[in-house]
C-alpha cells in the first residue's frame, strides 16, 4: 500500500474488496445464525414466571434490535462493495469535500462514505 491519502493504488483496492467480501460474508453468518432469538415470545404461565418472560421479551427485543443492526450494516457493505466495483476510481473520495478518504480509515471503515472531518460534521 502506498499512501494513505490521493488515489487508491490497485494492490490497496484488492485489499479492500477482500476487507467488504469477508466482512459481507460475516455479517450474512450473523443474520443466518440469530437462533430464533429475535422470534416471538411464548408466554405460557404455567412453564416461565412473569419475570422470566419480561426478561425473554427484552432480551427478544434486543435481539431484534441487533438483527436489524447487523442487516443495515450488511446493505452498507454490500452498497460500498457495488461502488469500488462499479467505479474504483472514484472510490475512496469524500462526496462532500472532494477529499482523499484515508486508508487507514477505508480498512477500518469500509462501508464509511465520508472522510472523518465531514462525518464528523454531520454526526453534530
Given at each position: 500500500?502506498?499512501?494513505d491519502?490521493g488515489e487508491?493504488?490497485?494492490?490497496?483496492?484488492a485489499?479492500?474488496?477482500?476487507r467488504?467480501?469477508?466482512?459481507?460474508?460475516?455479517?450474512?453468518?450473523l443474520?443466518?445464525?440469530?437462533?430464533g432469538?429475535s422470534?416471538?415470545?411464548v408466554?405460557?404461565q404455567?412453564?416461565v414466571?412473569?419475570?422470566s418472560?419480561?426478561?425473554?421479551?427484552?432480551?427478544?427485543?434486543?435481539?431484534?434490535?441487533?438483527?436489524?443492526?447487523?442487516?443495515?450494516?450488511?446493505e452498507?457493505?454490500?452498497s460500498?462493495?457495488?461502488?469500488?466495483?462499479d467505479?474504483p476510481?472514484?472510490?475512496?473520495w469524500?462526496?462532500?469535500?472532494?477529499?482523499?478518504?484515508?486508508?487507514?480509515?477505508?480498512?477500518?471503515?469500509?462501508?464509511?462514505i465520508f472522510?472523518?472531518?465531514?462525518?464528523?460534521?454531520?454526526?453534530?
Open positions: 500500500m502506498a499512501t491519502e487508491l493504488q490497485p494492490a490497496q483496492l485489499a479492500l474488496r477482500t467488504l467480501e469477508t466482512l459481507i460474508g460475516e455479517s450474512r453468518g443474520l443466518k445464525d440469530d437462533g432469538r422470534d416471538t415470545v408466554l405460557d404455567s412453564r414466571g412473569r419475570l418472560r419480561v426478561d425473554a421479551m427484552q432480551q427478544q427485543q434486543m435481539a431484534a434490535a441487533g438483527r436489524r443492526r447487523a442487516q443495515l450494516r450488511l452498507r457493505l454490500e460500498a462493495l457495488g461502488r469500488l466495483a467505479d476510481e472514484d472510490f475512496g469524500c462526496p462532500e469535500c472532494g477529499e482523499a478518504i484515508g486508508v487507514k480509515r477505508l480498512m477500518a471503515v469500509p462501508d464509511g472522510c472523518v472531518p465531514c462525518q464528523e460534521a454531520r454526526e453534530r
